[in-house]
């Protein structure tokens, strides 16, 4: 087991690169598909915050701990964005006739649900505070 690890980005699309970095480090004994699923539920987490949250690329800060134990890992994404829960938003009606009675975005919910294994949000002070869990891929429910 490691000890959790934190570290504290801005929010612009370019430092995703730092971001990935640090979970790559971080998650180095986890298995690729492992790996890739938390880079895939931080990367839409920072894309909704850099866009939706702050309104753009932006000093505004970003927290991300990895904790990565025997069973997987669990992150913890926080930002100062307006208090936002993403786990109320409706997911996306697939069985809609055509795709242009479908809004467009509305996936993000689908990603976190998918590939995390418990997901929780909570508004501490001024920060929205999402954890999610990557089971690795050799435990069962």
């Known amino acids: 087991m490691h000890n959790p690890e ?19 480090t971080a998650c180095a004994s986890l298995e690729d598909d492992e ?63 055509v795709p242009e009675e479908r809004p467009v975005g509305g996936l993000g919910i689908v990603f976190l649900n998918e590939l995390s294994s418990d997901r929780s949000y909570s508004r501490r002070g001024d920060r929205n505070v999402i954890e999610l869990v990557v089971k690795r891929s050799s435990i069962t429910s």
């Open 6 to 24: 934190t570290r504290r980005f801005t929010a612009k699309q370019a430092e995703f690169h730092a971001i990935r970095a640090f979970i790559d």
């Open 35 to 97: 790996r890739k699923r938390a880079e895939l539920l931080v990367e839409e987490l920072f894309a909704n915050t850099v866009y939706h949250g702050y309104g753009g690329d932006c000093d505004e800060p970003v927290w991300l701990t990895i904790h990565v134990h025997e069973h997987g890992c669990r992150l913890v994404y926080e930002d100062c964005a307006p208090a936002y829960n993403p786990f109320l938003a409706e997911e996306p009606d697939f069985d809609a006739a």
